[in-house]
């Protein structure tokens, strides 16, 4: 079975930490990969070359991975240089996560880097999107499947509402690609996870729900300021 059947209707949980989280390090990571293994994840979603290097060596599970960068304008960008392919690469990540936006790095929009990476390297190759004519430009440039990760965090899409996942998005992508689509970015309960399946989503991946639990804390927190609020308002 390839590598895309395996995740087929799956769910994949993105192992993240960041910044002064207690879990920026390769052991909590790793740990939050066993974890997610535990609980029946297909893949595990990773941010860093040793990171992903370090969740690969501790957890048999397929693993996409990627190097985030935050750039002076305030947007992240995903995977943006041939160098941090080559490393993912040489780590042997199964799956390659790459910005697939329309903006510029190594001299080249998303779509034109996917395609020299895919000639260069032999690599699976994911395109995070954010707009339905960046996956179309993907998928055309040798893409092998396509990511929602993008909507809401790039600057022609920061408007969106961002208090849950972008249903419609998916759809349109779905109905557009004949690549598969994977739901991504504020899946953040088991309910729209299975609602991403019924609109065609090949699988889901699931980050801060799981993984950052200081901010699944402040949900709860202001859901309950919320209803102080009223009480005492
Ligand atoms: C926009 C961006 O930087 N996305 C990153 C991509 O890898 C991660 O920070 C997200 O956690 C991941 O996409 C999963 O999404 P969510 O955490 O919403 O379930």
């Given at each position: 079975?390839?590598?895309?059947e395996?995740?087929?209707n799956g769910?994949?949980?993105?192992?993240?930490?960041?910044?002064?989280?207690?879990?920026?390090?390769?052991?909590?990571?790793?740990n939050?990969a066993?974890?997610?293994?535990?609980?029946?994840?297909?893949?595990?979603?990773?941010?860093?070359?040793?990171?992903t290097a370090?969740?690969?060596?501790?957890?048999?599970?397929?693993?996409?991975?990627?190097?985030?960068s935050?750039?002076?304008?305030?947007?992240?960008?995903?995977?943006?240089?041939f160098k941090d392919?080559?490393?993912?690469?040489?780590?042997?990540t199964?799956?390659?996560?790459?910005?697939?936006t329309?903006?510029?790095?190594?001299?080249?929009s998303?779509p034109e880097?996917?395609?020299?990476?895919?000639?260069?390297?032999?690599?699976?190759?994911?395109?995070?999107?954010?707009?339905?004519?960046e996956?179309e430009?993907?998928e055309?440039?040798?893409?092998?499947?396509?990511?929602?990760?993008?909507?809401g965090?790039?600057?022609?899409?920061?408007d969106?509402?961002?208090?849950?996942?972008?249903?419609?998005?998916?759809?349109?992508?779905?109905?557009?690609?004949?690549?598969?689509?994977?739901?991504?970015?504020?899946?953040?309960?088991?309910?729209?996870?299975?609602?991403?399946?019924?609109?065609?989503?090949?699988?889901?991946?699931?980050?801060?729900?799981?993984?950052?639990?200081?901010?699944?804390?402040?949900?709860?927190?202001e859901?309950?300021?919320?209803?102080?609020?009223?009480?005492?308002?």
């Amino acid at each position: 079975m390839s590598i895309m059947e395996q995740l087929k209707n799956g769910l994949i949980v993105s192992c993240q930490a960041e910044g002064d989280s207690p879990f920026n390090t390769t052991e909590g990571v790793s740990n939050f990969a066993e974890t997610a293994k535990m609980g029946g994840a297909i893949a595990i979603r990773s941010q860093g070359v040793e990171k992903t290097a370090a969740i690969i060596k501790r957890v048999d599970l397929p693993v996409v991975g990627l190097v985030k960068s935050s750039f002076d304008d305030g947007y992240v960008r995903i995977t943006g240089s041939f160098k941090d392919v080559e490393a993912l690469v040489e780590i042997g990540t199964h799956i390659i996560a790459i910005d697939g936006t329309f903006r510029e790095r190594e001299g080249m929009s998303g779509p034109e880097f996917i395609k020299e990476v895919k000639q260069r390297y032999n690599c699976i190759v994911m395109a995070d999107i954010a707009t339905v004519e960046e996956g179309e430009a993907c998928e055309a440039a040798g893409a092998d499947c396509l990511s929602t990760t993008l909507s809401g965090y790039t600057p022609n899409t920061k408007d969106k509402p961002k208090d849950g996942p972008d249903f419609e998005f998916l759809e349109q992508m779905v109905a557009s690609s004949k690549v598969p689509v994977f739901a991504e970015g504020r899946v953040n309960t088991p309910a729209d996870a299975a609602r991403m399946i019924e609109l065609g989503a090949w699988a889901v991946v699931v980050g801060s729900a799981i993984t950052r639990p200081h901010l699944i804390t402040e949900w709860y927190v202001e859901k309950i300021k919320e209803v102080t609020k009223t009480y005492i308002g």
